[in-house]
T-cell receptor, first 115, second 119 residues
Framework: AQKVTQAQTEISVVEKEDVTLDCVYE???????LFWYKQPPSGELVFLIR??????QNEISGRYSWNFQKSTSSFNFTITASQVVDSAVYFC????????????FGSGTRLLVRP | SAVISQKPSRDICQRGTSLTIQCQVD?????MFWYRQQPGQSLTLIAT?????????ESGFVIDKFPISRPNLTFSTLTVSNMSPEDSSIYLC????????????????FGAGSRLTVL
């Protein structure tokens, strides 16, 4: 069965600190996708990144970076120099690669960035 | 990029009543998906709605409780029937990824959700 674990329920940091959100997944599939979504207070989920299981290269997009390690089944998300606008709930998710569009979400990590 | 509109954005309902949530997309999509987010919890897929066919429900969700309509390629409704307080959740409509930032296999774009509170 597929499962996504986000062990950090809530993280609080001061603005400009770096913060890493952990994500550990379980799947029997050899091919799969991993995702991160952001849910700001407005409620709408915002897509951040999709990574396929073939590609273990780390990715950087501005202040955001992602570390995918198949050996530890982890897909961690780091925000560098955090800002108040980063305050949101962040969800990690997993899906099979057969385009079923069924995403298995983790329980989310609430990030609070204090000024 | 495409826009997903959901109505109502929030509602307070009485136990035993039913409520229909509407999802409108401003471009045609093959598949639409309904997710539930219970208070403080993660998102769970309720069903997949394809135009012209019956919705496909996930384990734990049944058509009698969550009937879905998909009359055309831009619109879907989800009804929460005979509501109880346990149905208090955010219900989110989503579609295949749209727009440059979110295109690609298995990427979903979500609406802002409909927050239901059942008393």
């Amino acid at each position: 069965a597929q499962k996504v674990t986000q062990a950090q329920t809530e993280i609080s940091v001061v603005e400009k600190e770096d913060v890493t959100l952990d994500c550990v997944y379980e799947t029997r599939d050899t091919t799969y996708y991993l995702f991160w979504y952001k849910q700001p207070p407005s409620g709408e989920l915002v897509f951040l990144i999709r990574r396929n299981s073939f590609d273990e290269q780390n990715e950087i997009s501005g202040r955001y970076s992602w570390n995918f390690q198949k050996s530890t089944s982890s897909f961690n998300f780091t925000i560098t120099a955090s800002q108040v606008v980063d305050s949101a709930v962040y969800f990690c998710a997993l899906s099979e690669m057969d385009s079923s569009y069924k995403l298995i979400f983790g329980s989310g990590t609430r990030l609070l960035v204090r000024p | 990029s495409a826009v997903i509109s959901q109505k109502p954005s929030r509602d307070i309902c009485q136990r035993g009543t039913s409520l229909t949530i509407q999802c409108q997309v401003d471009s045609q999509v093959t598949m639409m998906f309904w997710y539930r987010q219970q208070p403080g919890q993660s998102l769970t897929l309720i069903a997949t709605a394809n135009q012209g066919s019956e919705a496909t429900y996930e384990s734990g969700f049944v058509i009698d409780k969550f009937p879905i309509s998909r009359p055309n390629l831009t619109f879907s409704t989800l009804t929460v029937s005979n509501m109880s307080p346990e149905d208090s959740s955010i219900y989110l409509c989503s579609v295949e990824g749209m727009g440059q930032q979110s295109s690609g296999a298995n990427v979903l774009t979500f609406g802002a959700g409909s927050r239901l509170t059942v008393l």
